[in-house]
């Protein structure tokens, strides 16, 4: 029996006490009641099919129990941000480990804006875990909502939220160093947007460190700054192919675009590895999917939001770490890159 | 200045009105105030960074503006369901319609069952978008709550919810029929659990159907039944493989577990599709990522979502339709069928 909402004055009535009364059984207060009134109290409940409303009990412990999780749209607006897959598997991860907290996930594909902020603090949020980079002005406004937040993949410098990321530079100066190490010496490198404080700056270090520890000469005319989508990818192709075969290997900060670019380099005639070693970053699942499988920078993307989260709770409950978690980061070798003899 | 919550009562105080009358303005009511007291409230509300309590908002008007999207645990406990990015296309496009109407979304990876019913009463959300088949029993539990429920890909024969799907048996018979016209007749079908009021069952019969049609006897050592996913594609390739070179194509339920097949096909030195034939069912963005690309049957992904959306928000206003949306499929060509000589 659960035809339209039960309240907690029907239970009253039906057991024939004070709302009072049952409010102080239901949230397991010290009164002087009888353990008969309690069991009749708690048998109503049952029977009536009574579900006590959240939404009043969140005004009273001003908690409601919602994390938000903001979804950067990477897409334009006429695409799933969710294309690239590694935006679902970390918000997977997320909602997994808030369910199991007894937290639900609301998730935004918008941009942070104002428009968010205001909706986080009307909703009551217990906490925001925000994805990518975002400006220090809307960042400073949203810090004074006293709303829990932690960032993924941010590198903006304030104290005031925690941050969980991979270290980007290190990650890319791998990929980078792997390749030099396969004999390559004439590699590309294939990213999205470099913006201060975004990981794609710091991807762009890790490149340009390691060709310098190698005394290689980076070649401004093989970096192909683009969008982070298979689109803008698969389009890079054209260019790509032009640098051939002069650069031999291509370092891509996106798995997503790695595999756009090698479609697109197909109707080229341009094969990898035999044509173009190429080495990704993110290991998506969907990186494992190809044929040949590409090689790449693996992070942990499941574990960043199960980390983040975990930032969260700690916030949310008073006990902030105040500290930065960084990921770490590991070639996976798969068969995208070919080794050169010199 | 939004530093802790600022109150109605703060407006009223800095006012120097009741908080009635905060209330009468902010809500539009006609009430006797004047044009001054109205521009001193709004100003002041401006001023303070005051943003009304939604849960207050909510206790009164008994909408959370909250939309429930359940999405079923298929992959197991340690995977994301989102590495089928079918779910998070869906998601995406259920969120973008919802945003837009200001509505948001609460999301849950774990089954329907009792306690996400609890939760979603709890919640006082205003919708729910289920993804999948249930059991009769909780369906019959959700219908209690009153809460405005649409199904999408069910088959449930239920009058109390709406469902969006598509012609699951139209999109495998046209799979069925688009190998048959190419030249073959031995055609297996690899498909996930089929299960009563499951597309797979639906799916099922439009292969059966199709064979009928044609004339050809179905062989039931070629039907692959296993879950849907990437892993048991892949895991799959051992007895297609087996199959071959008798069978000569392949229909199967989902891209998925195409791209899996693919994939474990490769380990056998079988390639698609000089060797096999193969069609999927989904038409996800992945499956133009391979190479080759994977021609399948196209259902809008994205639409599906929209509609489901669309049909919900006609039942909180009231207006339910009472109907089941049916969105079209065809066939996208793509390379992995190759046209056999008779």
Redesign the interface.
Known sequence: M???KVTLKNVADYVGVSTATVSYVLNGKQQSISDETKEAILNAVKELGY??????K??ASNR?Q?IGVVVPQTEGDNK????N?F???I???I??EA?QQGY???????DLDDNYI??A????LSGIIAIGVYQDEILS?LS???IPVVLIDSYCKTQDFDNVRIDDEQGSYLATSYLIRKGHSRIGFLCGHIQENGVMQKRFQGYRKALEEAGINLNPQWIFERKVS?EDGRLAAAHVAKALPEMTGLVCTADIMA??L??GL?AYRVTVPEDLSLIGFDDL??A????PGLTTVHQAI?EKGAKAFGSLLNEINGNRKQEDIVLPVSIIERESVKELTR
């Open positions: 659960m035809n339209n579900y006590p409303n959240m939404n009043a969140e005004l409601s919602l799933s941000v969710f294309a897959s935006y679902g598997e918000l997977g991860s909602e997994r369910r639900q996930v609301v998730i935004s594909c918008a205001r909706i603090y009307e909703r009551n406004k004074e909502t006293k298979f595999i756009g090698m479609k197909h699942e969907i494992n999917y190809l044929e499941a």
